[in-house]
């Protein structure tokens, strides 16, 4: 079946760095990618849709130059997490869909952490 | 941005029981899909339901598409321990590899021996 790989799962940063988050599509290629940000015992919230080879959307509130979206391929998308502040620590989640008709897979997530 | 709304938000059972929740939303959704999430990990698909009124079974999970487009339930069998966890709902409004999905507020599920 699909599978969505994100990396690292976990990552504790100090305060003002910037962290890169990866999401692949291991075994189909993926036009469009979505970012979710959780927070603890709160649902999914999407933050932005990647679209490859364009500019990503982001969904409103969600600051564009802090959080940096790049896909570059039909298989990889970064979400870059700039100037960090704890406020920022959450658990970031990417997913995409196999073709139309088809359920989102969702990668397994990356706990921030930052101190 | 737009939340569904679940109910429950938390359900505490005993092994063996019947569990049932839903989701509703103000909107119309042309998908219904049900996830199961645990504890650091992203959400599994569980049911997609693609036809209104539409019943939909996965070993002892059944979910229905509400006629009216607007809800759906998720209805699990025989509870066993492995099934604790929170269960979102998420609707999509159209069927593109780019639609977007709104997600439920989720069901706490916890089951006792």
């Known amino acids: 079946g699909a599978v969505v790989s994100q990396h690292p799962s976990r990552v504790i940063c100090k305060s003002g760095t910037s962290v890169k988050i990866e999401c692949r599509s291991l075994?189909?290629?993926?036009?469009?990618m979505f970012w979710y940000r959780q927070f603890p015992k709160q649902s999914l919230m999407l933050m932005a849709t990647?679209?490859?080879?364009?500019?990503?959307?982001?969904e409103q509130g969600v600051e564009k130059d802090k959080f940096l979206i790049n896909h570059a391929s039909l298989t990889l998308s970064t979400l870059t997490v700039t100037s960090a502040h704890p406020e920022d620590s959450s658990f970031y989640i990417c997913?995409?869909?196999?073709?139309?008709?088809?359920?989102?897979?969702f990668g397994s997530g990356t706990r921030l952490t930052v101190v | 941005g737009q939340q569904l709304n679940q109910s429950p938000q938390s359900m505490f059972i005993q092994e063996g029981e019947d569990v049932s929740m839903n989701c509703t939303s103000s909107?119309?959704?042309?998908?219904w899909l049900w996830y199961k999430q645990e504890p650091g990990e992203g959400p599994v698909l569980l049911i997609a339901?693609?036809?209104?009124?539409g019943l939909t079974s996965n070993g002892r999970l059944t979910a229905q598409f509400g006629i009216t487009r607007k809800d759906s339930f998720l209805n699990i069998s025989a509870s066993i321990p492995s099934d604790v966890g929170i269960y979102f709902c998420?609707?999509?409004?159209?069927?593109?590899?780019?639609?977007?999905?709104?997600f439920g507020t989720g069901t706490r599920l916890q089951v006792t021996l």
């Open positions: 997913s995409a869909r196999v073709r139309a008709w088809y359920g989102y897979t």
């Open positions: 075994d189909f290629q993926a036009t469009t």
């Open positions: 990647s679209n490859e080879g364009s500019k990503a959307t982001y």
């Open positions: 909107s119309i959704f042309n998908t």
């Open positions: 339901l693609y036809k209104a009124g």
């Open positions: 998420a609707g999509q409004q159209d069927t593109g590899t780019a639609s977007k999905l709104t």
